[in-house]
């Protein structure tokens, strides 16, 4: 396999579920992130990992849990959803957080529903 | 606060109908401009880095450019397949985050 992987590719869930996004890289790249795309918006940066480590929490609600446990791995765990957090939720990884190298690779995106 | 700003938000063009897209940004130090083509319910695919004022870059009909205060996507004799969002995003020194604009949609009809 190659480049990022994103599963699952749509998911559905009611606001009182529970579920994860998972997010796979296989570029040997150092740093990952979540990025929120909603219609007719620009790209949200949501968090930011550099070998494992937290470096950005953009903000966003505690409903939105990420965890990275090693460097080709993130998740995104998802609780108490509500309607507008529906979007486009996308992965990405980088070589680096700055400096040469740091073009972000996407993963193809999970499609969330909340209902 | 870095802001990009992405012009038309929609380009309907004929094919084989050359046209250009606009990229205006505002960021405290460029470190680097980058060009993604996305198309509909997938992920970015990245395009192009530039990194200085001058710059250009070439991947097959797309073209590239950048001054110090925009940067442009050339489409050449466009084809069906460019039909896509295209975005911007810009990256200040020393930071990491990335400021995407809204993109802009282009639709080439055969």
């Known amino acids: 396999e190659t480049g990022v992987t994103q599963t699952p590719r749509h998911l559905v869930m009611g606001m009182t579920n529970k579920k994860s996004l998972k997010c796979e890289q296989h570029l040997g790249h150092n740093a990952m992130y979540w990025y929120k795309q909603s219609a007719k918006k620009p790209l949200e940066l949501m968090f930011v990992y550099s070998l494992e480590e937290r470096v950005e929490n953009n903000s966003v609600p505690s409903r939105f849990s990420p965890e990275c446990p090693n460097s080709s791995h993130l998740f995104l765990h998802l609780h108490t959803l509500q309607p507008e957090d529906s979007a486009l939720y996308l992965c990405a990884s980088s070589q680096g957080l700055t400096g040469a190298n740091t073009e972000a690779f996407f993963g193809q995106g999970t499609r969330l529903t909340v209902v | ?110």
Do not use: M
């Open chain 2, 1 to 110: 606060e870095d802001q990009v700003t992405q012009s038309p938000e929609a380009l309907r063009l004929q094919e084989g109908e050359s046209s250009s897209l606009n990229c205006s940004y505002t960021v405290s130090g460029l470190r680097g401009l980058f060009w993604y083509r996305q198309d509909p319910g997938k992920g970015p695919e990245f395009l192009f880095t530039l990194y200085s004022a001058g710059e250009e870059k070439e991947k097959e009909r797309l073209k590239a450019t950048l001054t110090k205060k925009e940067s442009f996507l050339h489409i050449t004799a466009p084809k069906p397949e460019d039909s896509a969002t295209y975005l911007c995003a810009v990256q200040a020194w020393q930071d990491y985050k990335l400021s995407f604009g809204a993109g802009t949609t282009v639709t080439v009809r055969a």
